[in-house]
């Protein structure tokens, strides 16, 4: 993997060893979901500022995107997901479950006379 594409890795993960990592993957997991999440929330790369080499650095030093640009929101879902304690982070299972409770959510973003028109086919 580049440099630039440790950006969205977990500071455990930059860490410890493989073995160890493999054994987290479901943490790593959810943390990087949050820097996706931040990123696409801000429009901006985690530490955008700085090289990759440099931006694993403030991960692995435990450094976190500022929150300033996401909403609040946005920073419940995220704060959590990028808590510095793995354990701490909610499971897997908990984000799948609530993304499924996501996709059963109406579209209502095609609107048109008050009915509701679905997009998904």
């Given at each position: 993997?580049?440099?630039?594409g ?55 030093s ?5 929150m ?19 354990a ?34």
């Amino acid at each position: 993997m580049s440099e630039d594409g440790q950006r969205w890795i977990a500071p455990e993960v930059l860490k410890e060893s493989w073995m160890q990592a493999k054994e987290n993957a479901d943490h790593g997991a959810v943390f990087s979901l949050g820097l996706v999440l931040w990123e696409i929330e801000t429009g901006c790369v985690p530490f955008g500022e700085v090289d990759g080499a440099a931006a694993q650095r403030r991960l692995a030093s435990g450094e976190q995107p500022k929150m300033e640009k996401v909403s609040d929101e946005m920073q419940a879902i995220i704060v959590p997901y990028l808590s510095l304690d793995p354990a701490q982070r909610p499971s897997l299972k908990t984000v799948l479950s609530l993304l499924n409770e996501l996709e059963s959510v109406p579209d209502q973003s095609n609107e048109k006379d008050g009915n509701v028109m679905s997009t998904k086919g």
